[in-house]
């Protein structure tokens, strides 16, 4: 796949330096603040992919993908003028906006990101416990809980099938699955998803998305995180139906979700992968504690109906 993933997401916020406090406590590191406050964030091996700027209500301004080279680069301008959308191309980007979430999107040339795999762990299981002898490693963790790189990101669409179009058409995310008549999995790199398009009432983010090592590291982080305010939790630990992945989520200061997670569905073959069509709850979670009703409508849903017109 020429595109290869979520570069960065830009947060627009009314409190930065709270918001930045709390995505520190969650384990990306801060690596420079411009004059203007807005504050650039890193994780492991994926580089800044966190910018949190300015904004008269919480929202996502902007995301970045990443692709290959400049060919990649002339071929989503393409796309997108073919949907009518204004392109604008600058030193090794493309950007359009996409008028159902009012996000505005950049393809970017940029390296891809290289993970180094971490230690196999060894589960003892019934009539086999090939760890003997030995505690759990997981359990003989010391280190700070941090993201490896940014996952994925869900976003509020008021016109959730014309934003689908923009990605998959304009941009060229394939969907991996979908919510009857109401979400879109898709993906800009082997990953199951790295963009969720839901339909919502108002333009909003819902939540980011980031990688940690396994399941251990979900649950250790939480708990660091619950330790320090247990005000931020917000549902946790699951696994979900689509995608596969085990999830903890939890809320920073302007009212976003975050979310830990671990072993997500790999794609690396498009013919071998059958989309779904998935409906009701089950097609969220496949186990785990059930979901507070604010994760569906966040409380705050009033107040960004009626700041709706800002920015």
């Known amino acids: 796949m020429p595109l290869h993933g979520l570069s960065s997401l830009t947060l627009g916020v009314s409190n930065i330096e709270e918001v930045t406090s709390y995505y520190e406590d969650f384990g990306l590191s801060t690596s420079?603040?411009?004059?203007?406050?807005?504050?650039?964030?890193a994780?492991?091996?994926?580089?800044?992919?966190?910018?949190?700027?300015?904004?008269?209500?919480?929202?996502?301004?902007?995301?970045?993908?990443?692709?290959?080279?400049?060919?990649?680069?002339?071929?989503?301008?393409?796309?997108?003028?073919?949907l009518d959308l204004e392109v604008r191309r600058g030193e090794g980007t493309v950007s359009a906006l996409d008028p159902g979430t009012n996000v505005l999107v950049t393809v970017e040339i940029r390296s891809r990101i290289v993970q180094s795999p971490i230690e196999a762990v060894e589960f003892n299981r019934p009539g086999a416990t090939p760890r003997t002898n030995n505690r759990?490693?997981?359990?003989?963790?010391?280190?700070?809980?941090?993201?490896?790189?940014?996952?994925?990101?869900?976003?509020?669409?008021?016109?959730?099938?014309?934003?689908q179009k923009f990605f998959t058409e304009?941009?060229?995310?394939?969907?991996?699955d979908v919510?009857?008549?109401?979400?879109?999995?898709?993906?800009?790199?082997?990953?199951?998803?790295?963009?969720?398009?839901?339909?919502?009432?108002?333009?909003?983010?819902?939540?980011?998305?980031?990688?940690?090592?396994?399941?251990?590291d979900i649950g250790r982080g939480a708990t660091?995180?619950?330790?320090?305010?247990?005000?931020?939790?917000?549902?946790?630990?699951?696994?979900?139906?689509?995608?596969?992945?085990?999830?903890?989520?939890?809320?920073?200061?302007a009212g976003n979700f975050s979310e830990y997670y671990s072993d997500m569905d790999c794609i690396v073959d498009d013919e071998l992968w059958e989309p779904g069509v998935w409906d009701g709850i089950k097609s969220l979670y496949n186990w785990g504690p059930r979901p507070p009703d604010f994760f569906f409508r966040p409380e705050d849903l009033a107040e960004h109906m009626a700041g709706a017109h800002i920015g």
Request: overall charge negative; some cysteine; aromatic content about 6%.
């Open 32 to 41: 420079r603040v411009e004059p203007n406050g807005t504050t650039h964030l």
């Open 43 to 82: 994780t492991v091996e994926g580089g800044e992919q966190l910018h949190v700027a300015h904004a008269d209500r919480r929202r996502l301004l902007a995301m970045s993908v990443a692709a290959d080279d400049t060919d990649d680069l002339d071929r989503v301008a393409a796309q997108l003028a073919r």
């Open 136 to 163: 759990a490693p997981g359990i003989e963790r010391t280190y700070k809980v941090r993201p490896r790189k940014l996952g994925h990101v869900v976003v509020g669409s008021t016109d959730q099938p014309s934003s």
């Open 170 to 176: 304009g941009i060229g995310f394939k969907v991996s």
């Open 179 to 216: 919510v009857k008549d109401k979400a879109a999995f898709m993906r800009c790199s082997t990953d199951h998803h790295n963009v969720l398009v839901q339909e919502a009432p108002i333009t909003m983010l819902h939540h980011t998305s980031w990688q940690v090592e396994d399941v251990d």
């Open 224 to 253: 660091s995180m619950l330790e320090q305010d247990p005000g931020r939790h917000v549902w946790g630990l699951g696994r979900h139906h689509i995608g596969s992945n085990f999830f903890w989520y939890l809320k920073d200061p």
